[in-house]
């Protein structure tokens, strides 16, 4: 199983950035896909996740609204779509997955997923 992350960087508080994720391996079309961050000195968290069809989504409660998760499955990648960033925002974010879970928000509620990508660090200036 791969999950090879791209995107992030450095912007503004108020900007945007798109993460890609694009995936390969054990039928991952068929399976949650979602994405975790951890900011420096705490815990991860799960804060967005779409099931294998795209027809379930899930948001942690701190990014509603603000950030939108979908996915191609034609081109095996996962995008999350993040408007309005906050300092607060700032983490390292990685793609991940877990065959054990179909559905979006057991897979972001997992307490650690099986599989994780290599992480893209996102940062908002104030």
């Known amino acids: 199983v791969q999950l090879q992350a791209s995107g992030g960087g450095l912007v503004q508080a108020g900007g945007s950035l798109r993460l890609s994720c694009q995936f390969s391996?054990?039928?991952?079309?068929?399976?949650?896909i979602g994405w975790f961050r951890q900011a420096p000195g705490k815990e991860h968290e799960g804060i967005s996740c779409?099931?294998?069809?795209?027809?379930?989504?899930y948001y942690t409660d701190s990014v509603k609204g603000r950030f939108t998760i979908s996915r191609d499955n034609a081109k095996s990648t996962v995008y999350l779509q993040m408007n309005s960033l906050k300092p607060e925002d700032t983490a390292v974010y990685y793609c991940?997955?877990?065959?054990?879970?179909?559905?979006?928000?057991?897979?972001?509620?997992?307490?650690?997923?099986?599989?994780w990508g290599q992480g893209t660090q996102v940062t908002v200036s104030s």
């Open positions: 779409i099931s294998s069809s795209g027809s379930s989504t």
């Open positions: 991940v997955a877990d065959p054990g879970y179909s559905l979006s928000h057991l897979l972001c509620r997992s307490p650690y997923p099986n599989f």
């Open positions: 391996g054990f039928n991952l079309d068929r399976n949650a």
